[in-house]
């Protein structure tokens, strides 16, 4: 073979060596992009399979049994109420400002996904008059922004003080509380408005109504609120009860508790006006109504009226099917009704007490809800000198000794752990009892 046929068959040899060569390497690319693909899709289908596998495990635990979807907690306070006093001390440069009320209770109530507070003025304006104080309260609308800056969001407008402005007063409040997006029941400014609300929380429909206690009145078809004998025209507009005619409270209950869950409430809570003003535990009537309310299936009943704070019990329905918790009076939430100005009705100080109580529902997987927490802040009203007169400010006491975290020192200090121990006193044994029937936590700060 000559030189140059060897040199021929050796290049040869080379391409074919190389054409080899770049036929595996795109084999071995080719097969690694499948192998990729398809472990990619596998991962993909894994994921799919992971996630459906997650859902199941949303709607059941590893024993079968439902799992936490959603939790809704409610907070509330006691009566709301502007004395003469505190007008004065509220008003500078020819304006009112309330936001001191509210100021250390702020962070607690914006806190919790909904607030609640009993009203216990009127938003006459001043068409009606000057701004008063007790016996018939006409408080400044910047009361409204206040509340709403502290984080509540339903006020009860329904009590003995509902129609201190009169007609154009009762209407007036619901319009205010309409034109600063707050909501309201108890009062309403129409008749063919719900004398109740549904409010979904977080997924879970809760049934709120509120009513009050009327006057005995000897006026056939009138209703009489804080001594005065109402407007005909105001009888379908406010929730009330007569004592002398609590069957038929009774029958309009039993409506609205089965009207809620017909527009889909799962709870039912009662807010009631009721009771005997400076009394430290509820009456019979108030223990009757409470019963009524729980064998009609109300799930919780929270009481106001007495300016004091009454106990908490967990009622039993007659059937035996049904349990209620009652909190029948929150105490005050603010006002001017000192230890030192009451005299001889409540001497004791207890009308300085309030407190933030705080409930929470828990829905699961298959639509239960139940009651998981029962809280209760104790609170205390502090009233000190500012620029144009007294500021009042609810102190709330996560324990006796943290007044001195609000500014309180000596005499003030004292007054706000007195405040601590009666609260606790008052309230401590029914707490117990609905954590041992019930098995919510329950917690008294």
């Not at 936490?68 to 007008?87: K, W």
């Not at 969001?153 to 129609?163: E, I, Q, R, V």
């Not at 089965?258 to 039912?268: H, L, P, R, T, V």
């Not at 005050?332 to 409930?359: A, I, W």
């Amino acid at each position: 073979m000559t030189r140059q046929e060897k040199r021929r068959k050796a290049i040869l040899k080379r391409r074919i060596f190389i054409c080899t060569s770049l036929l595996i390497i795109i084999g071995i690319v080719l097969g690694v992009c499948y192998a990729v693909s398809t472990l990619k899709t596998k991962k993909d289908n894994s994921f799919v399979t992971n996630e459906s596998s997650v859902s199941q495990k949303n709607d059941e635990n590893e024993n079968g049994e439902p799992t936490l979807v959603s939790s809704a907690t409610v907070i509330n306070t006691g009566d709301l109420m502007v004395h003469s006093t505190q007008l004065d001390g509220a008003k500078y440069n020819g304006s009112y400002d309330f936001s001191d009320f509210f100021k250390y209770i702020k962070d607690f109530v914006s806190g919790a996904d909904f607030g609640v507070s009993n009203l216990e003025v009127t938003f006459g304006g001043t068409e009606s008059g000057s701004y008063k104080g007790y016996p018939a309260f006409n408080t400044p609308d910047t009361f409204a922004d206040a509340i709403k800056d502290c984080g509540f969001d339903l006020l009860l407008t329904t009590n003995n003080h509902a129609y201190d402005t009169g007609l154009f007063g009762l209407k007036r409040t619901v319009k205010v509380l309409k034109d600063k997006n707050l909501l309201y029941t108890g009062t309403k400014e129409s008749a063919d408005e719900k004398s109740y609300i549904v409010k979904d929380i977080n997924g879970i429909n809760l049934g709120m109504a509120a009513y009050s206690y009327e006057n005995i009145c000897d006026t056939p078809g009138r209703k009489s609120l804080n001594g005065n004998i109402i407007s005909a025209d105001a009888n379908d507009l406010i929730n009330t009860f007569n004592y002398a005619r609590i069957d038929e409270f009774y029958s309009a209950a039993e409506s609205t508790v089965e009207n809620m869950k017909n527009d889909g409430a799962e709870k039912i809570i009662f807010y009631m006006h009721w009771g005997e003003e400076y009394q430290l535990k509820e009456n019979t009537w108030q223990d009757t109504i409470a019963q009524k309310l729980c064998n009609l299936g109300v799930d919780i009943i929270i009481g106001s009226h007495p300016h004091v704070i009454q106990p908490v019990s967990l009622l039993h329905s007659e059937s035996g099917e049904h349990k209620t918790v009652c909190i029948y009076s929150m105490g005050n939430g603010v006002s001017n009704q000192r230890q030192e100005l009451m005299n001889p009705e409540c001497t004791t100080g207890h009308t300085e007490d309030g407190m933030l109580l705080s409930y929470k529902f828990d829905k699961y997987s298959d639509g239960t809800v139940v009651l998981s927490t029962v809280d209760i802040i104790p609170t205390w009203v502090n009233k000190y000198p500012g620029k144009s007169g007294y500021i009042y400010s609810i102190i709330p006491l996560d324990n006796k000794n943290d007044g001195s975290k609000y500014g309180l020192s000596g005499n003030t200090l004292s007054k706000s752990q007195r405040s601590y121990e009666r609260t606790k006193k008052t309230v401590g044994e029914g707490l117990t009892e609905i954590q041992k029937d019930l098995g919510c936590e329950i917690r008294f700060k």
